[in-house]
């Protein structure tokens, strides 16, 4: 990231991006990559998929970028996208889980299992294994906002512009996921 680039907003580097000033995109990708690694991650657990989805998110962040409203949170509205490719990639594996089960079974070496667990199953601390186990039984409404305050570091109003929700609702949703994790993690 060029010097020039690395002391501006989130909101200018977009600006910039949309006229088609070299290395303006760049910055945006070196910025925020890290943050959006980190989010994926703790979705699908898989480094692997996560680096392939963080590439997902900034092409298809590339792609709206005149849909960006330089007015809000750059970090929610690429985390917004990150979490729709997570979806997007839960679904896939889903499908091919299912076809797994459907089709013969000589097709279904054919199908790519792509399950998560070869990390989890590698943490050798017990308590990281028992929390991640925790977090991952919570509601999909409950975590989302979790990670994306405790873990990732966004404030509940940028938590709430990326998932669409109101501030208020972030921050019951985050103690409620609290609570859970309390009562699940002995």
């Not at 977009?14 to 959006?36: D, E, H, M, N």
């Amino acid at each position: 990231m060029s010097r020039d680039l690395a002391g501006l907003a989130d909101g200018d580097l977009v600006a910039l991006a949309r006229s088609g000033r070299p290395g303006a995109y760049a910055a945006i990708v070196t910025r925020q990559k890290a943050a959006l690694y980190r989010l994926i991650l703790a979705h699908v657990r898989d480094a692997d998929e996560a680096l392939d989805l963080v590439q997902e998110s900034f092409v298809a962040a590339h792609d709206a970028l005149a849909r960006f409203d330089e007015t809000r949170s750059l970090r929610a509205w690429l985390s917004r996208i990150a979490l729709n490719k997570c979806r997007d990639w839960a679904r896939r594996r889903r499908v091919r889980a299912m076809l797994s089960r459907v089709l013969p079974v000589e097709a279904a070496a054919a199908v790519a299992d792509d399950r998560i667990g070869a990390e989890a199953a590698a943490i050798e601390r017990d308590s990281l294994a028992r929390t991640l186990a925790a977090l991952d039984d919570l509601p999909e409404a409950l975590r989302v906002p979790l990670i994306l305050c405790a873990i990732e570091g966004l404030s509940q109003m940028e938590a709430a512009e990326a998932l669409g929700l109101s501030v208020k609702a972030i921050e019951l949703r985050i103690r409620r996921a609290r609570a859970a994790l309390r009562d699940a993690i002995p």
